[in-house]
């Protein structure tokens, strides 16, 4: 009996959003899909983080994956392009988990060196080895989208391996895995501050 699932790989971003879609049959990686959502016309934030969460929704109902990997912001100087980030990324990962999909994050370097073995790799080198592994015939131009694709690739390379980075299987994990980061609900009548 041939085992086979559907992995959506995210590259969250308020500015671009790269996603790729792979189906696994036996072992054997078969492309589907690699695009992009673009968000450069939308100024409100707010409206980008809904247009990430229902783009994310929207391929999920479409392809069905069994399984979801993101890319994890990688820790800069810029607090602000960090906050942004981890937005884009918590409203993709919120969304895989309202449909019930295992999520997980990897760190760019780890996703770097699953495709190519170099964890510091330029983004040519790995839409290339995509291309390569995939047999796609053209890439892209902008390279957000392989980003994506190669999120899943690594979530496929990893598959079976005890560690492979954070992994939430519904919202129960998430806040048992990240309680520090979880502010306690509201007492009756108002917000809570801390």
């Known amino acids: 009996m041939k085992s086979e699932k559907v992995i959506l790989?995210?590259?969250?971003?308020?500015?671009?959003?790269?996603?790729?879609?792979?189906?696994?049959?036996d072992k054997k990686m078969e492309f589907i899909q690699l695009n992009e959502l673009v968000l450069t016309k939308y100024k409100d934030p707010y409206v980008k983080l809904k247009l990430i969460f229902e783009r994310t929704i929207e391929l999920i109902d479409t392809h069905h994956p069994d399984e979801m990997a993101l890319e994890?912001?990688?820790?800069?100087?810029?607090?602000?392009?960090?906050?942004?980030?981890?937005?884009?990324?918590?409203?993709?990962?919120?969304?895989?988990?309202s449909r019930q999909i295992p999520v997980t994050e990897y760190m760019p370097k780890k996703i770097k060196m699953a495709i190519t073995g170099n964890g510091n790799a330029s983004k040519e080198q790995v839409a290339k080895m995509l291309q390569s592994l995939l047999g796609l015939k053209t890439l892209p131009k902008n390279l957000?989208?392989?980003?994506?694709?190669?999120?899943?690739v690594c979530h496929?390379?990893?598959?079976?391996?005890?560690?492979?980075?954070?992994?939430?299987?519904?919202?129960?994990?998430?806040?048992?895995?990240?309680?520090k980061r979880v502010v306690p609900p509201a007492r009756k009548g108002g917000v809570q501050k801390k």
């Open 9 to 25: 790989g995210i590259d969250p971003g308020t500015t671009i959003m790269g996603f790729g879609l792979i189906r696994v049959v």
């Open 72 to 97: 994890a912001p990688f820790y800069g100087k810029n607090v602000q392009s960090m906050l942004k980030l981890g937005r884009a990324q918590g409203v993709a990962m919120a969304a895989g988990l």
């Open 144 to 152: 957000d989208s392989t980003d994506g694709l190669a999120a899943a």
């Open 156 to 179: 496929h390379f990893n598959s079976g391996r005890v560690e492979v980075g954070k992994s939430y299987s519904g919202w129960a994990s998430f806040v048992s895995q990240n309680e």
